[in-house]
């Protein structure tokens, strides 16, 4: 059903995904002025894109002795692991790649930042930002566990490990229904792998910025771009897994996976502004004893749904 | 293109694996072994084993950052900072490391391969979940077991506070003595 792109699709993924973050960071634009009180102009709205020739151009800030290697490493890190997560997003009826294990490999690049942001705290040889790379390590081994269960909760509502598949399992009623913690769970995740929101204590105001404390010029935009990309990735995923996918009447596929996507995607932006920031070790046991119990429930329940129904309902 | 991808990440493992007892910061070291952990992900990959490769690409990053964190925490010299190699006696551990490594390699090309009977399956994921789940089921669920006590007998030795410096002798003080607010329960 779900057709195979060619080679050249690869190059298509970050233009897409560069699109849909654009219009994110637009709405986030609008949602500041908004609440500032200013009237929304043309200007607001370009504000995020004009952003980005100040920064290829503007100098890069040097430290005393810093790691360079794992520096840049780790800040390339963040937008290629945002990239290369959605690559298995189906969009209507096309992935670029079809692999059988889309959610494991979407699960994979998204960890992928644990070791691109501890890189990017620990390159600079400084103190703020090197706290700011292990608050996102204390970070993920919070939120990790909940958002594999997520995810393997629509795994194994539709008895397969492919996005597309997944996404075509829910004919009848979606995941996002009859699965609503898992859901809940998978969203909440999207914010703590793109440390935005109630997650973005690892670049914190009270660390005067946390990892990207020292980061200006092209390496604050690779790791400002490469939050909002994983947002906007970890939102286009969301459909497949659990909004049904290209499915809905009237409009194609492509269609309704762009107007699902953008909805998660504002509701996300959304909801980072209004939602506080919430330290690691909180989280921590928030997750470990609320979330993980939540979660193996959740699981449960699905496994017993699709073994007696012998399918997704 | 498929032996390329061979040539590619192959060598990059090996290098890579090398590089970790050529740095002289934990921190290269560790990334390093990952690099070379997220080459042989690749590899298995390309031979065709989707979720094992995706799973060691997974696991190892999480557990090399881990790592990182520990190893740098509990290094002997001055929190890890300091530069360091990761061996003991040189020549000897490379005389020995070079000798295993042709030794292994060697035994690549002497063995006397088997030629393949049948076809490989169609979906090989499946396969590995119902050998898993089926015929090795005794040895996952002792393994599982065995990791789960190593884990809550490795945390249990290492909290600095249990539950009885929370709630008290009799378990019953509420909302626990804790030295930072905040929570589930608080």
Known sequence: ?313 | MTTAVFWILGPLAAASGFMVFRFSSMARATIALLVSFLASGGLLIWLGLAYLGTVVILMMIMEMVIMAVFMIAYMMNPAGLMPMAMYHNKRGSLAISIAVFALLAAGIFAAPWPRRAGAPPRDVTFQLGAALMGPQMLTMIVLGITLFATMVASVVLATHRGRYDRFGDDLKRRPPADPMRGGVGR
């Open chain 1, 1 to 313: 059903m779900v057709g195979s792109a060619p080679l050249w699709a690869v190059l298509v993924v970050p233009a897409v995904l560069a699109a849909f973050t654009v219009v994110a960071a637009g709405w986030d634009a609008v949602l500041a002025a908004r609440s500032a009180g200013r009237p929304v102009t043309g200007a607001v709205l370009a504000a995020p894109l004009a952003e980005v020739p100040r920064l290829l151009a503007a100098q890069r800030r040097t430290t005393l002795a810093p790691d360079a290697l794992l520096w840049r490493l780790g800040v390339a890190a963040i937008p290629a692991a945002a990239v290369l997560s959605a690559v298995v997003i189906p969009f209507g009826h096309v992935a670029v790649s079809r692999m059988t294990v889309g959610v494991v490999w979407f699960n994979a690049m998204e960890v992928l930042t644990w070791a691109g942001l501890w890189m990017a705290g620990w390159g600079p040889n400084a103190v703020l930002s090197l706290i700011g790379g292990y608050r996102y390590v204390a970070q993920g081994l919070a939120y990790e566990l909940p958002l594999m269960f997520a995810l393997i909760c629509a795994a194994t509502g539709a008895q397969s490990l492919n996005a597309a598949d997944i996404a075509a399992a829910q004919g009848h009623l979606w995941f996002a229904v009859w699965m609503p913690a898992a859901f809940a769970v998978y969203l909440v995740s999207v914010y703590a792998f793109s440390f935005l929101g109630p997650f973005a204590y690892p670049a914190g105001r009270d660390l005067a910025g946390g990892v990207t404390a020292e980061l200006s010029g092209p390496d604050r935009l690779a790791l400002e771009a490469g939050r909002w990309l994983l947002l906007t990735s970890g939102a286009g995923m969301a459909v497949p897994l659990f909004l049904g996918g290209g499915a809905g009447p009237a409009l194609p596929p492509w269609a309704w996976s762009a107007v699902k996507t953008l909805a998660v995607l504002g509701l996300l932006v959304w909801g980072r502004r209004r939602l506080p920031v919430i330290r690691a070790d909180r989280y921590a046991e928030l997750a470990w004893v609320v979330l993980i119990p939540l979660m193996i429930a959740q699981a449960l329940a699905v496994a017993l749904v699709v073994l007696t129904m012998g399918g997704p309902p």
